[in-house]
């Protein structure tokens, strides 16, 4: 069946040629090299290196950044991008929001001269992979508290401490780790080989499967004083970059919802019941329509932060309304479509319940939902309710 | 109207289609000269009822097919209002080829042609039918079975004209047919097997079928989950290939939504299937319900008559 | 020396196409590609230029909106870009004369488009082209290389794959080969976004389009399908046979 894109308000007569041949680019890549693959790709619990090299190929890793062999693409292209990968699969833009927005973001914009000229170029290629080490096991909602500790030993850095839940950890030519010098948070740059550094792979996950999770390990990690990132101290350092990532999160949840509308449709037109197209039921058709109006109001939110991205008029509360409202509704849309699919949609033949299964980690991931629910909160009534200081 | 046919030839004889031009060209009345490249079939072509001339074009350039040399050769000696030639490959590259040295217009393919001129065809892969007018001197090439044949008891006269192209294309070495099959997603028709075929070997009556129609062979998800013989490529539905052959046949194929979604835009559906109730039957064109044991003999014979006439 | 390759501009093989006051709707048409075989073509005249025999020039002919063919192609790699505008439908003279106005005006003698494309199915262009050019024509090709000015060829002939030799110039009509279809990258594509577009109407290739013989009298759909037709028993086979080439024409 060939794919129609929801696109009910035609976002597309927004885009210019540019930015539709980048998006088709992705699309067909997804087409060709994803979708036959993906099924597979869940069950093996693999992210396949040849997709690395495709991605990188393309030239559309670090989407929106300029110089250094970064593509300098507007911010309006890195949403599709990351809309038609998550068509494709949530683990397959994870990667490459990771690699763009969480590792070559934050040595972009905080990395000394000669760090960038040393990682973006291989990083824009998608020959050097890397991963963002912020989540610990026992600090996730709340990183500010984190306690992988960096200490200045003169000649170099000792880092100790373990970060949880890193895509592409294990597949990582280097990490940028968020750790306390001297209490304050700083970012570092961990390559692989360094002594004391290991990132073993997380097993056992019911999302996600097609994307490598990974643990970081710093056990008197030594690193040399060049690593640190010289201009971000605080958590505006992670916070810029989860910033970047969640913007494109809301243009990808929209992909996974269009993949599980359109599917929902398709079915819904062929499965016979009762003598009838069961998207012939006005229940069907409830739900359908449910699906149209909230994708289309999510396209258009993306579409929009997307617009002041580029003329630099945003500010962090729209990108949590946007990611927190896309991913909501896209979660909502695969269990819904899911139904619509009836006992076919439990199996992999279908994309649905794999969509839903990685959008609850899309859900959990870049600030959970009640988190940016209460930075909202906060937005609104100046009074902060994360937690219960005084 | 002097209509001039370019006659087409297969296997070192006449082509049945040229009986169709000229029967084509009867209906629209004048004189009917038929050109036979290499002299193939010219006796033949001289007993098609219609045929008032017939032209023996021999030479050298005639040995294996070169477009250009035919074409040269051919031009002068096409003189019509009206030239016609049926779609074949060769019949469409050739008359496309003199149409352009004679700087008259070609259509293609046409299914219906009538006085004035009319003419039908189908265009966007069948997605929609054409009504052109066109007026001679032009060049139409027509599609096989799509009019009648003109009979027997012509008594054209025959002359023969000796040319001496040179042939520009030089063929340096046939290629081994390809070991593989074609590929489901390219052929114009496919036959595909289910999990009621019994066992992978029985794959091989379907290969028969496919080889006299020039098929592609393709099978549901359960056989290609159950038999490891049968490979992925072959798989036609959800997670296969999406097929939109001119011709579809399911062989012991029950008709599951997920085999359907590959394989439903097919132009035509041909169902075997021993399950008077089989889902399948939904959406054939032509349902037969009977086992494949049975059914395949026959179909495979009838085909080979059919395709050796 | 450098290729010239006819890129058309069809609906994409996957678009609905429906009928509104006996014509083909193109305004509902959501989708506009480079038809199929045209993109083999494309193919093959890259690895040319890369295999070092000059420029690929891209030419298409069409209205407003076949630009995009050529922004594809410049995306990929063609280096000279070629848009012979015409707003209506053209019959074969009119567009064998366009296109072969363009092809000198390039100076290629190397020329390579698709076999048929998608819309009309005709496969004319390719070999009336050649003749109007009084190049050489290979049919059905799905490789070709140059070794000076000797192409070799594989190409469907009558009794099956083979391989040819034919000299410059020539026209190469392309089916689908073995050859994957490269991706454009984004680099391409924002180098495609700066490349101009050489625009002609046709007076300036002092080609007349005024008058035609042929003219589209209508289109419809396709007839509607009949319901399905059953049968029991193997005897059934040999009528279902004969339905299958009179009634469907599929054999």
């Not at chain 1, 170099?156 to 401490?161: A, P, T, W």
Request: glycine share 10%; aromatic share 6%; hydrophobic share 40%.
């Amino acid at each position: 069946m060939a794919y129609e894109a929801l696109d009910f308000f035609d976002i597309d007569s927004l885009l210019t040629e540019e930015e539709r041949m980048v998006r088709d680019m992705v699309r067909d890549w997804v087409e060709e090299r994803v979708l036959p693959n993906i099924e597979d790709a869940c069950r093996d619990g693999v992210f396949p290196d040849e997709w690395r090299a495709e991605i990188g190929e393309m030239g559309i890793l670090g989407a929106p950044l300029e110089g250094y062999g970064c593509p300098g693409l507007s911010y309006i292209a890195y949403g599709l991008i990351c809309q038609e990968l998550e068509r494709g699969d949530s683990g397959v833009r994870s990667f490459a929001s990771v690699q763009g927005s969480l590792a070559m973001y934050p040595i972009w914009d905080f990395g000394s001269e000669e760090q960038k000229e040393k990682y973006l170029p291989g990083m824009a290629k998608g020959d050097l992979v890397g991963c963002f080490g912020l989540t610990e096991p026992d600090y996730g909602s709340n990183p500010g508290d984190m306690i992988t500790r960096a200490e200045d030993k003169g000649d170099h850095f000792l880092l100790n401490g373990a970060k949880m839940w890193i895509t592409n950890g294990t597949i990582a030519d280097l990490a940028v780790v968020w750790a306390k010098l001297d209490g304050e948070i700083r970012g570092f740059i961990v390559e692989k080989d360094d002594e004391g550094f290991s990132a073993p792979e997380m097993k056992g996950k019911h999302s996600l499967k097609a994307s490598v999770t990974s643990e970081l390990v710093f056990q008197d990690c030594k690193i040399p004083k060049d690593r640190i990132l010289p201009d971000v101290k605080g958590l505006r350092g992670p916070f810029s970059c989860l910033n970047n990532a969640r913007y494109g999160i809301s243009w990808g949840a929209v992909g996974a919802a269009q993949s599980c509308f359109n599917s929902a449709r398709e079915y819904a037109l062929s499965r016979i019941q009762f003598g009838h197209p069961i998207a012939s039921f006005q229940l069907v058709q409830n739900k359908l329509s449910w699906m149209l109006r909230e994708i289309t109001k999510g396209q258009l939110l993306a579409y929009h932060i997307g617009k002041k991205k580029d003329d630099g008029s945003w500010i962090p509360e729209q990108i949590s309304l946007a990611k927190m409202n896309n991913v909501d509704m896209a979660l909502e849309i695969a269990r819904m479509s899911r139904d619509i699919h009836g006992a076919n949609g439990i199996l992999d033949e279908y994309p649905v319940m794999r969509h839903m299964a990685n959008l609850e980690s899309v859900k959990t991931y870049e600030g959970t939902h009640d988190i940016h629910n209460l930075i909202l909160g906060r937005h609104i009534t100046g009074i902060q309710s994360f937690t219960r200081e005084p | 109207m002097n209509i001039t046919v370019i006659s087409e030839s297969s296997n070192g004889s006449l082509h049945p289609v040229t009986a169709q031009l000229v029967g084509a060209a009867s209906s629209l009345g004048g004189s009917i000269t038929v050109i036979c490249p290499g002299g193939i079939g010219s006796s033949d072509a001289a007993h098609i009822s219609g045929v008032t001339k017939v032209i023996s074009v021999e030479g050298d350039c005639f040995e294996n097919y070169d477009c250009s040399a035919w074409s040269e050769s051919l031009s002068p000696l096409a003189e019509g209002d009206l030239l016609l030639s049926s779609s074949s490959t060769i019949g469409r590259e050739l008359i496309s080829s003199i149409a352009a040295s004679k700087g008259i217009p070609v259509v293609q393919d046409v299914t219906s042609l009538t006085g004035g001129l009319l003419a039908t065809r189908s265009i966007y892969s069948g997605k929609a039918i054409e009504e052109v007018s066109i007026s001679p001197p032009c060049a139409i090439s027509l599609r096989a079975n799509s009019f009648e044949s003109a009979g027997e008891g012509g008594r054209g006269e025959v002359s023969t004209v000796n040319v001496s192209q040179d042939v520009a294309v030089a063929v340096k070495q046939a290629l081994a047919k390809a070991s593989e099959r074609l590929d489901v997603s390219e052929a114009d028709i496919v036959i595909s097997g289910g999990r009621g075929m019994g066992e992978p070997a029985n794959f091989s009556h379907l290969n028969e079928v496919a080889d006299l129609l020039g098929a592609a062979v393709g099978a549901s998800r359960a056989a290609v989950d159950t038999w490891e013989e049968i490979p992925h490529s072959m798989q036609v539905g959800q997670t296969g290939k999406t097929v939109t052959p001119n011709l579809y046949i399911a062989v012991g194929i029950s008709g599951a939504i997920q085999h359907l979604a590959g394989m439903r835009s097919s132009k035509f559906i041909l169902a075997i299937n021993k399950d008077p109730e089989a889902p399948i039957f939904g959406v054939a064109d032509y349902g037969v319900v009977s086992t494949w044991e049975e059914a395949l003999p026959v179909l495979k014979e009838q085909l080979a008559e059919m395709l050796s006439n | 020396m450098g290729v010239a390759v006819l890129l058309k501009q069809v609906p994409d093989t996957t678009a609905k196409i429906s009928i509104s006051g006996g014509r083909v709707d193109e305004a509902s048409i959501t989708k506009w590609s480079i038809s199929p075989y045209d993109e083999y073509a494309l193919e093959n005249a890259i690895k040319l230029k890369e295999s070092g025999f000059g420029d690929v020039v891209a030419i298409t002919c069409g209205p407003s909106r076949s630009a995009k063919c050529l922004t594809e192609a410049a995306a990929v790699g063609a280096d000279r870009l070629i848009h012979i505008i015409s707003e209506s439908p053209l019959d074969s003279i009119q567009v064998q004369s366009l296109l072969s106005a363009a092809v000198k005006e390039s100076g290629c003698e190397v020329v390579m488009c698709g076999k048929q494309a998608a819309d009309t199915n005709s496969g004319s262009t390719g070999p009336g082209l050649a003749a109007s050019l009084g190049f050489s024509c290979v049919g059905g090709a799905t490789e070709v290389s140059m070794d000076g000015g000797v192409a070799s060829a594989t190409r469907l002939g009558p009794s099956g794959m083979e391989e040819v030799e034919v000299g410059v110039p020539c026209v190469f009509t392309f089916d689908k080969g073995d050859s994957e279809l490269r991706r454009p990258n984004v680099r391409g594509i924002m180098m495609a976004k700066k490349k101009p577009i050489d625009i002609f109407a046709p007076d300036d290739l002092g080609v007349d389009v005024s008058n035609s013989m042929v003219s589209i009298k209508s289109h419809s759909s396709p007839p509607e399908k009949q319901p399905g037709q059953k049968f029991v028993g193997s005897d059934s086979i040999p009528q279902v046979v004969s339905k299958l080439r009179e009634e469907a024409n599929v054999i």
